[in-house]
């Protein structure tokens, strides 16, 4: 992180699992300063960070990634008509106990409905995380913002694809679940009730195209 502020032009884009989340979010706040000025002082650029299966609390990240942009404002000058979820998320996949428990989120993205649920059916599974009982589901993770050599982001609940049947280079969650998740007798081998429960229909795509960023 410390390496990345000498950045001074162009796009940056920071991507952490687990416990590399935990150290990005530290190195981000020890250099909370030099990357403000960088972000603000270049309005073309955009500072992009994705945590997967994280012990960090998305409210943290999120509150963190608003102060270096200076604010929901700022992040709008930056990419239009963009929220924070277009510039920072937290990816947690259903019955992760890295996530729900020691992170005290929710599936999903950046969420936190349902959130005693989530933390109970996690620790359910907990012997997973040592493979006892199964896979675990901390272990798999797409990615869901600045990906690929364009740094592109999906809209929210959708992961990077670059071979998505409609070239979009994207495709819901849910099928990515659906791909990894399921045993030999095609039964989901995570409860994916545990999905914020939102209308896909309703949902804008943002694409970010980025170049010179740092992955």
């Known amino acids: 992180m410390t390496q990345m502020t000498e950045i001074t032009q162009g796009d940056l884009t920071v991507g952490a699992h687990s416990q590399g989340t935990l150290m990005t979010q530290n190195g981000m706040t020890l250099n909370k300063e030099e990357l403000s000025n960088i972000v603000q ?15 960090v609390n998305h409210n943290d990240g999120e509150a963190l990634v608003r ?5 929901e404002e700022a992040i709008k000058s930056h990419i239009k008509d963009a929220k924070i979820a277009d510039v920072f998320r937290s990816n947690v996949t ?46 798999y993770y797409p990615c869901v913002i600045g990906c690929g050599e364009e740094s592109f982001t999906p809209q929210k609940d959708f992961y990077f694809n670059p071979n998505a049947p409609d070239k979009s280079n994207e495709s819901p ?29 309703d949902a804008t795509q943002t694409i970010l195209n980025t170049t010179g960023g740092q992955q």
């Open 67 to 71: 102060d270096i942009y200076g604010g």
């Open 41 to 55: 002082n270049n309005p073309e650029s955009k500072f992009l960070v994705g945590y997967a299966g994280s012990p």
């Open 94 to 139: 259903p019955q992760d106990a890295v996530g729900s428990i020691l992170g005290y989120q929710s599936a999903g993205i950046n969420n936190s409905e349902n959130l005693e649920s989530n933390m109970w059916e996690s620790l359910l599974v907990a012997p997973r995380l040592f493979g006892i009982g199964g896979d675990s589901s901390h272990s």
């Open 173 to 201: 969650m849910t099928e990515y679940y659906k791909d990894n998740f399921t045993n030999k007798q095609g039964q989901a081998t995570i409860d994916m009730n545990l999905l914020p429960q939102t209308d896909k229909s």
